[in-house]
C-alpha cells in the first residue's frame, strides 16, 4: 500500500476521530471502484466526522484535500458549504480559493453551485465577482454552467438594465458580440437581461425598437448566424408584433424568386412562417422546397412537416 500524500492516521488532530471505511459489499465485492489509498483515507474520515455532524476549521482542509482529488463530489462541496455557513466564515476567504479551483476545471458545475450558495451570504455584489466570470468567459465564452450563474446573479442583486442606465450587463454582452457575433450564449443572456424581469413594468417600446434594430445590425455582418435571427424573431413575439415587419428586411438575405441572392437559409425560414400565418402558401411552400431540397437538406423531413402545416387552418 503507497502511502498516502497526506496522512490522517498518523496527525495528531486526527487522532480523536475513527475513521469509516467505504462499504463495498463484503470482502469480496462484485465491482468495487479502484479509489486510491490517499482518497479512500480522506473519505473515511470525512465520513467520519459528517456521522458526528462535526463542523470546524479542520472540515476546511480535509475538504479542500477531497476536492483536489475529486471537484465533482457534490456531497463534499455541500458539507463545506455547511460548515463555513456554521463557523460564519469570511465568504471572500472561500472566493480566493475557489477562484483557482473554478479556473482548473472550467466544465464543473459543482463549482458554480457552491459560489452561489456562498455568494448568497453576501448583502451585495463584490467588486470582483464580474471581472472573475469575464476571465472565465475569456477561457471558455460559451460555458453553461458560468452563464446560469451569472444569471442567477442577475435576478439576485437585481442587476437589470433599464432604459436609463445599461448596468453592467449590455456593455459586456456587447463587447462579446464584437468578438465573436455568433456567440449564441451571449444574445441567450442579452434577451436574458432585457425581457427576464418578469416583476418589472413593462418593456418600453423604445427598447423594443432599438433591440430590433441592433439585432438587424448583426445580421448584416453574419447573415447565416442563426442566434441572432432566433434573438430577432423572439424580440418580435415578446413585443406582440410577430414576424409581419420584417418581410422587406428578411427579403434582402432570401428572395425565393431570386435563388442565387439567396445568403440565409435562417431568412427563408422567416419568410416561410410570416408567409404561412398570412396564409400566402404559395410563397411559403416555395420557403419550404428551398430549404428541404437545397439550403438546408439535412432538415428536409422537417421542412416538409412544415408544408404539411400549411393546410392546417389552425396553424398560427
Not at 488532530?13 to 459489499?25: H, K, L, S, T
Not at 425598437?209 to 434573438?231: C, G, M, R, S
Amino acid at each position: 500500500m503507497n502511502k498516502p500524500k497526506i496522512d490522517y492516521e498518523s496527525d495528531e488532530r486526527w487522532a480523536d476521530v475513527v475513521p469509516i471505511p467505504q462499504d463495498e459489499g463484503g470482502p469480496n465485492p462484485l465491482a468495487a471502484i479502484a479509489y486510491t489509498d490517499e482518497y479512500s483515507q480522506a473519505m473515511s474520515y470525512l465520513r467520519a466526522v459528517m456521522a458526528s455532524n462535526e463542523k470546524s476549521e479542520r472540515i476546511m482542509d480535509l475538504t479542500e484535500h477531497i476536492i483536489k482529488m475529486n471537484p465533482a463530489h457534490y456531497t463534499v462541496w455541500l458539507y463545506r458549504a455547511d460548515t463555513i455557513k456554521t463557523l460564519s466564515l469570511d465568504p471572500e476567504d472561500e472566493f480566493a480559493w475557489l477562484n483557482t479551483i473554478a479556473m482548473q476545471h472550467l466544465k464543473n458545475y459543482q463549482i458554480w453551485g457552491h459560489r452561489q450558495v456562498i455568494m448568497s451570504l453576501l448583502p451585495s455584489l463584490p467588486p470582483s465577482e464580474l471581472s472573475f466570470l469575464a476571465r472565465i468567459l475569456a477561457k471558455d465564452a460559451k460555458n453553461y454552467h458560468v452563464w446560469s450563474y451569472r444569471q442567477w446573479l442577475v435576478r439576485h442583486f437585481e442587476l437589470w438594465p433599464t432604459v436609463q442606465d445599461p448596468g453592467s450587463e449590455l456593455p459586456f454582452i456587447e463587447s462579446l458580440l464584437i468578438s465573436d457575433v455568433r456567440n449564441n450564449s451571449a444574445w441567450n443572456h442579452r434577451y436574458f437581461v432585457l425581457f427576464g424581469n418578469e416583476g418589472s413594468s413593462p418593456v418600453a417600446k423604445k427598447i423594443y425598437d432599438e433591440e430590433v434594430e441592433f439585432a438587424k445590425t448583426k445580421i448584416a455582418l453574419a447573415p447565416q448566424n442563426a442566434a441572432v435571427w432566433n434573438y430577432l424573431k423572439g424580440v418580435v413575439r415578446k413585443q406582440g408584433t410577430g414576424t409581419k415587419g420584417l418581410e422587406d428586411f428578411a427579403l434582402q438575405f432570401a428572395d425565393p424568386h431570386k435563388e442565387d441572392n439567396i445568403r440565409s437559409s435562417h431568412a427563408l425560414d422567416l419568410l416561410a412562417d410570416l408567409w404561412a400565418q398570412e396564409k400566402r402558401k404559395d410563397d411559403a411552400t416555395r420557403a419550404l422546397d428551398l430549404l428541404g431540397e437545397k439550403y438546408d437538406p439535412i432538415r428536409k423531413n422537417y421542412w416538409d412537416y412544415r408544408k404539411g402545416l400549411l393546410d392546417d387552418d389552425t396553424t398560427t
